[in-house]
């Protein structure tokens, strides 16, 4: 009766694509919280990183395109390989920062309206919103694959999941890219990153239901508190 039991447990959450099958709980002590925060920090830096350097490299290109050969941009070579290299820059800030920490828009929005034209003495609208646009896709397109993550994550060993280690429908995955910013302004407030780090999760993971757990063994199970947490495989 137990093994038909067993083969009987569902394999995904309602609503879910396939799942990985639960772990069986173990008297090992459940990850710590604090470790998977540092691994997912550095995977953060990663990705921030790949996703502002894809950004410079696209919109530098977008820049040339649209302005024929960038001759509006200066009379000069040397002038001109200097803005080039000024809108590089930005494009890669604004990338990495809204990457890292979903405060890009900020920026884009304080270029977009001219509060930030002394630092780029040209800069069009697609400069500031293409690494946003960028970074969207990024996050959603790379934890929607079958590996479940960014390259970021992959380095450090971590997917971004549910409850069982399933893959999260791309939905779920771009409302949680949207949540982002407001999880990042409420979460610089220590209480409330202490309660939700306890899970190893963030506003945006509570309110999607997603989890940031190690591949090894992505499963969360319910303590004898009730309170879910990272099961030791």
Known sequence: MDSEAKN?????????????????????????????IARRFVSCLVDAGFVGAISAITVTILVICVNNGVQPLSTTTTTTSAKLFEIAIVAFAVGFIDSFCACGWLVSLLGVVGLLSNLVGFCQWFVWTVPLLINHLYHIVYDASKQ??????????????????????????????????????????????????????????????SFILPKEHPHVVADNGGQLRPARA
């Open 8 to 36: 009987n447990r569902p394999a995904a959450l309602p609503g879910e694509p396939s799942a990985v099958a639960p772990a069986e709980p173990s008297g090992d002590l459940p990850l710590s919280a604090a470790s998977i």
């Open 148 to 209: 479940q993550a960014t390259p970021g994550k992959r380095l450090m060993g971590l997917i971004v999941c549910g409850a069982l280690g399933q893959r999260l429908l791309p939905q779920r995955l771009i409302l949680r890219q949207l949540l982002k910013f407001p999880s990042a302004l409420f979460s610089c407030l220590p209480l409330v990153h202490v309660l939700t780090s306890k899970r190893s999760q963030l506003l945006h993971d509570v309110f999607v239901g």
